[in-house]
Every structure is written in C-alpha cells, then in structure tokens.
C-alpha cells in the first residue's frame, strides 16, 4: 500500500479567510438533503443530491461541493429544474442505451443512467448509456466511481453552459466539458482523473470570488483578446458572453491550447450527438412554454474488467503502475509526486475529522436557505 501521508487541503487555497468554519460532513449532508426534500424532491433523491454534493467536498472539490447547493436551490424555486424527476428509456438495445431526463434533477439522472450502464456491463462486458435533457450532475468523478466500487472502469462526461471559446477564438461556445476516468486498484485509493478540459472551471471561479482572491494569469481570455483576473469582473463577463475560460494548454496553438479544445468538442459530441441533445449555444437555456429550461446532455460508459483479466490482476497492474510512477526521480525542490485520486483521497480521510471547510460566503447561504425553509432544527456557529 501507498505510505499515507497527512497534508492539509489546499484545492482552493480556503486557508487564508478569516471567516473559515469547519462542519461536520455527516451533519452538513443531512442539512442539505433536508433542504432539498422542502423543496418537493423525493426523499430518497434529496439522499443522493446530498450523498453527491458532499462527497465532492470530503474530496477537496469545493467547486461542485456545498457552495453550489443554492443555485439548484434557485433553480428549482424558479422552475428551471424539476424537483421529481422522472427520466424515460427513449432506446435500449443490449449494451447501450439512450434516456431522456425531461430536466430532473441531474444528480438523479446520471445515477440511474450509470447503475444502468454498470448493469449492462455486468451482462455485454460493456454498458453504454447517453442521455439527454438533463441538468447540472455535481461533480462528474462521482459517477466513474460508482463503476470503480463495481470493479469496472467508469468512464463519465458532460457538456454545459458556453464558457469556452474555440483555438483563435474569444466567443463561449463549449462548456467546462469534463472527461472524466478511473479504474480500480490494490491501493486504498482508485485512480481517477476527473478535470475539465479548460484550465478552470467556472466553480472554481466561484470558489476565487468567494474568498476574494484574484485568478491566475492566463486562464481567462476577454472579447480584446486579453486575459483577466478578476474573478467578480470574469463571473459578470462570462454571463455577458464577453470573457471566456481557456482551453487546457492556453491561448492559442504556442502551448497546444488545440488539445483543451479538441477534447471539449469531443465531449460536447458525446453528450449531444449519440442522444440528440442540446449543444454549444443552447446550453445556455432554452424557453419552453415559457419557461426557461438548463438543458445539458451527459454520456457514461462502464467496462466490466472480468471481461478481460482476473480484477485482482488488473488491481495489481494498476497499482503497481501507481506505485512506479510515484517512485519516480523528482524534480528538484519536490516532496513527493502524486498519482490522480490521491490527493483527493488524503483529503476525504482529513476532512472525515476535521469538517468541511465553509466560507463565510458559503455560511450566508446557508442561513438564507435555512431561514427560507424554517430549518431551525439546526443549530451552527455561524
């Protein structure tokens, strides 16, 4: 087994408010599955919007964590989502499959949709599902996990709001667009890579603006062709469609910013054009009956490893593939070198002790919801 080591999250770099507060994660779930079932959504759902929501935050991704429980909050409160969802097999036919989400709650979605595609593994070797009109998952690592926790290689990605701009472009056009991967190991941890294909997502600009702290040079692009820091002014300008988020690689072709690019429009053709979905623009809503609908569309593949290799073999494999790598001459100045899904297990094992971190941002809407909801169940320090 990996040597554990004890380190401090640093994700989102959260240590420097004056304002952080710790939570325990078993009473913040329960808070946030309460709040969704006042909001009308089954309580067995409400369990795994919550289930989804923390366990990103127990992995150090604050992002697609706790801090995004308000806007489905809004969302649902506005009717863009659909508190019941009831999602409809469109085609079923041996390894695959094609669903349609009529704009539940994308949580919900994308867990039926990869225990469907872990079932047809179990059976094909292979389970495939797209699906279509759905809203936003969480984060994407939490559905290639289910497969992993089945022994399988889970494979998951989605498209999302225009925020990325075409190579030599300004414009939003592609969203965020994780691809998604990971695979069991003889470890504690599996390895999974679980990023979007642009240097950073819009929740992390959420994260930045939350705690006040300005981007990184170079991960912005505005409609001058310049970049931006700012990460109030970029959320304005991203909503103005007159800033976008860079590929992975940067701006233009210098640092390969063709590849960030390239797989995004790989991932919008996987949650758009195997369901007939909505893509590019339109992810940005679309009006039915009058009413504005978030529409995305989401893809999920598993691969039964039993199909191919004993998976105490592959376990093995994998693990010493791990192992190898981070036995690697390092640079100087390292500590250490890390392998994906690492890092985010040291923190699940940290903050299952210390808490969840909330800002003080993070702990207002928080009092908002519990206030609007009459939660007064709950008592928190803040």
Known sequence: MVEKVSVK????????????????AAILKSFVRDVFIKLKVPSKDAEIIADVLISSDLRGIDSHGIQRCRMYYERIKQGIYNPKTDIEIIKDEGA???????????????YKAMKLAIEKARKFGVGA??????TH????????????REGMIGFTTTNARP??????????MLGTNPLTYGAPTDEEFPFIIDCATSIIQRGKVEVYNRIHKPLPNGVIITKDGNSETD????????????????????????????????????????SAALQDGVYL??????????????????????INIKNFIPLDRFQ?????????????????????????GEKEYIDTQERLETGIPLTKSVQEDIKIMQQELSLYNYKFAF
Do not use: W
């Not at 925020?163 to 939003?172: D, Q």
């Not at 039915?288 to 995305?296: A, F, I, P, R, S």
């Open 9 to 24: 999250p640093t994700k989102t770099d959260q240590s420097i408010s004056d304002n952080l507060i710790f939570l325990d």
């Open 96 to 110: 695959t499959a094609v669903i349609d989400g009529k704009c539940g709650m994308g949580q919900i979605i994308g």
């Open 129 to 134: 599902v797209a699906v279509r009109n759905s």
């Open 137 to 148: 998952f969480g984060f994407a690592g939490y559905y290639s996990l289910m497969a992993i």
């Open 163 to 172: 925020a990325v701009p075409p190579t030599f472009g300004v414009e939003p």
């Open 231 to 270: 990460p109030e002014g970029v959320l304005h300008d991203l909503g103005e469609r007159t800033a976008a988020l860079l590929p992975l690689g940067g701006k233009g072709e210098s640092t390969s910013g063709y590849k960030g690019y390239g797989y995004a429009t790989f991932a919008e053709i996987l």
């Open 281 to 302: 623009k339109d992810t940005a809503g679309v009006m039915e009956n009058g009413q504005l609908k978030l529409k995305v569309g989401h893809f999920f593949l598993a």
């Open 316 to 340: 093995n494999i994998t693990g010493n593939i791990m192992r190898e790598l981070r036995s690697s001459k390092k640079a100087p100045g390292a500590e250490r070198i890390y392998t994906a």
